[in-house]
């Protein structure tokens, strides 16, 4: 199994430009999370997915929006990127088997917007 | 309004040492309090997590002391080796919202010094 995946691994982008984040897990987990990652601030929850059909906002949601394709892919878009969204992207999946909390986290996506 | 406060942010302890990283969470509501560990350029991994129905956890050389009056959480790392020089992300949730949302401290970064 792979786990969580992430693509792309890295991305320059200019300030205007839109892109997608890509993430798929192939644990048959139910619930997916969207974080970002800033220096000193932890990480902070951008959406959550629940589960296929559903996505919530998290602390920080502003400029972005989610999909949710199936129950494998969620997907985070960036419409119009600012320099503020110079970030590492984390996805994680979650089991929904009863008292399994443990999320799995990707290896992250380097973002940087110039 | 930040819900786990995370102390220290950086700590250099010697080989053989005991790394110790403590946290308070202000939300009554949460009862999974998980650590994770992350090595530079990885994902955050779970290291170990507890309820609050115990009072310790103990993993190999990682421990976790709970102190629900207190409202903190720590963890200890026995024997600490080089190998373990991470960063270290506490966490919380509560277990009976549905989703799961962690919330996590800022980090320390742990430099354990031959």
Redesign the interface.
């Given at each position: 199994n792979a786990g969580?995946t992430q693509t792309p691994k890295f991305q320059v982008l200019k300030t205007g430009q839109s892109m997608t984040l890509q993430c798929a897990q192939d644990m048959n987990h139910n619930?997916m999370?969207w974080y970002r990652q800033d220096p000193?601030?932890?990480?902070?929850?951008i959406y959550?997915s629940?589960s296929e059909g559903t996505t919530?906002k998290?602390e920080v949601p502003n400029g972005y929006n989610v999909s949710r394709l199936n129950k494998r892919e969620f997907s985070l878009r960036l419409e119009s990127a600012a320099p503020s969204q110079t970030s590492v992207y984390?996805c994680?999946s979650?089991s929904a088997l009863a008292g399994f909390?443990?999320?799995?986290?990707?290896?992250?996506t380097r973002l940087t917007v110039t | 309004q930040q819900q786990v406060k995370q102390s220290p942010q950086s700590l250099i302890v010697q080989k053989g040492g005991i790394s110790i990283i403590n946290c308070a969470y202000e939300n009554t509501a949460f009862d999974y309090f998980p650590w994770y560990q992350q090595f530079p350029g990885k994902g955050p991994a779970l290291l170990i997590a507890i309820r609050p129905d115990v009072s310790e956890k103990k993993e190999g050389r990682f421990t976790i002391s709970f102190n629900k009056s207190a409202k903190q959480f720590s963890l200890h790392i026995m024997d600490s080796q080089p190998g373990d020089s991470a960063t270290y992300f506490c966490a919380a949730t509560p277990t009976g919202a549905g989703s799961y949302q962690l919330t996590f401290g800022k980090g320390t970064k742990l430099s354990v010094i031959p």
């Open positions: 969580v619930s999370y000193g601030m932890g990480l902070r929850l959550y629940a919530d998290g984390f994680a979650r909390y443990e999320q799995y986290f990707g290896p992250g | -």
